[in-house]
């Protein structure tokens, strides 16, 4: 199994600019998670999807990110306007629903916003 | 709520020594228990996992037992190398009763670095 797939690996984009993350999670998986990364705040749960649905979002910082899970086998995370404060590593991570705490890390995707 | 305390790094070990990265958490009900590690410039993995009291989970030579006594979930090591320097991640696994949601709530990570 090629794991969890994270695109773009790294992204670097000015401020005010739209910026989307892209995961594709391990087949026969229904539970898809974001994850934000940062020296000060560590690792945050932004928002898991269940069979598609969106199920806890309460870790989406304002109304700038949104995600979407189209299909079971893609999700994307957007941010738009980017700000400077949210640089940081996203990881996208799946799991079986009965297997919810063993999770699958993506390798992340790094961003940088000038 | 549910939180998981850990101790703060970075632990600097030489090879061969023992490891301890001391966990705590507070939770309500009954959580799962699990380390998570993450090595450099990859995503994180789990490690090994316990799912109720005086359980122990172990994997490539790392070790933790489920102390619900002490609410500690401590992770051993008895010889480390130098590739297991990464960042260790405990985290908790509950349902809520009322909601039927599921959380896994994680530590703020503690940085291992192995010296040869």
């Known amino acids: 199994d090629a794991g969890v797939i994270q695109s773009p690996r790294h992204e670097v984009t000015e401020m005010g600019q739209e910026v989307t993350l892209r995961c594709k999670p391990i087949s026969g998986h229904n539970s898809l998670f974001w994850y934000r990364q940062t020296m000060m705040r560590g690792l945050e749960l932004l928002i898991y999807f269940n069979n598609n649905v969106p199920i806890d979002d309460s870790g989406m910082p304002e109304d700038r990110f949104s995600a979407k899970m189209p299909n079971a086998s893609f999700s994307t995370l957007k941010i738009q306007p980017s700000e400077p404060r949210d640089s940081a590593v996203y990881f996208c991570?799946?799991?079986?629903?009965?297997?919810?705490?063993?999770?699958?890390f993506g390798p992340g995707t790094r961003l940088l916003v000038l | 709520g549910n939180s998981v305390t850990q101790m703060e790094g970075p632990v600097t070990l030489s090879e061969e020594a023992f490891l301890t990265i001391n966990c705590t958490y507070t939770a309500t009900g009954y959580p799962s228990l699990f380390w998570y590690v993450q090595y450099p410039g990859e995503g994180l993995q789990l490690l090994l996992k316990?799912?109720?009291?005086?359980d122990k989970g172990s994997n490539k030579g790392f070790e933790a037992t489920y102390r619900k006594e002490t609410t500690s979930f401590h992770l051993e090591k008895g010889s480390v190398q130098v590739s297991d320097s990464a960042v260790y991640f405990c985290a908790l696994g509950v349902i809520n009763m009322d909601t039927g949601r599921r959380a896994l709530t994680f530590g703020s990570g503690t940085r291992l670095q192995v010296q040869p």
């Open positions: 991570a799946s799991s079986t629903h009965r297997g919810f705490e063993t999770q699958y």
């Open positions: 316990a799912t109720k009291a005086d």
